[in-house]
């Protein structure tokens, strides 16, 4: 359910989402938030020399539920997708990937929000 090939079709931004706490919170604020969320991201996923296989697998799975709750409240929908496919699959030579591809779409989605701006 959770594969390679489906985070690929993802789109980008849960537009639905965006524009719903868009108009409830403004852009400004909504800005903020995304930027508190990306900080925090960074503190957990982007740590030097972060290494998935030194930790338990348990407490893996749910660093990586947790983050994708926080993205898809945003909006993140491909960003979401590639933590909920690090949290649904089995760790293994697949886990490099989707955090290899959950960098990219981190940025991606970090510079949609600034195209926002």
């Given at each position: 359910m959770y594969s390679?090939?489906?985070?690929?079709?993802q789109p980008l931004i849960?537009?639905?989402?965006?524009?719903?706490?868009?108009n409830e919170l403004g852009l400004e604020m909504l800005q903020e938030f995304a930027?508190?969320?990306?900080?925090?991201?960074?503190?957990?996923?982007?740590?030097?020399?972060?290494?998935?296989?030194?930790?338990d697998e348990k407490?893996?799975?749910?660093?990586?539920?947790?983050?994708?709750?926080?993205?898809g409240t945003i909006?993140?929908?491909?960003?979401?997708?590639?933590?909920?496919?690090?949290e649904h699959n089995p760790r293994g030579e697949a886990t490099l990937r989707y955090l290899s591809a959950m960098g990219a779409v981190f940025q991606s989605t970090q510079?949609?929000?600034?195209?926002k701006q």
């Amino acid at each position: 359910m959770y594969s390679e090939q489906e985070l690929e079709q993802q789109p980008l931004i849960d537009d639905d989402q965006w524009g719903r706490l868009e108009n409830e919170l403004g852009l400004e604020m909504l800005q903020e938030f995304a930027a508190e969320f990306f900080e925090e991201t960074r503190e957990i996923w982007f740590v030097p020399g972060f290494d998935p296989f030194s930790m338990d697998e348990k407490a893996f799975k749910s660093m990586a539920h947790r983050s994708a709750g926080a993205a898809g409240t945003i909006g993140f929908k491909k960003l979401r997708f590639a933590f909920l496919c690090m949290e649904h699959n089995p760790r293994g030579e697949a886990t490099l990937r989707y955090l290899s591809a959950m960098g990219a779409v981190f940025q991606s989605t970090q510079d949609w929000v600034k195209s926002k701006q």
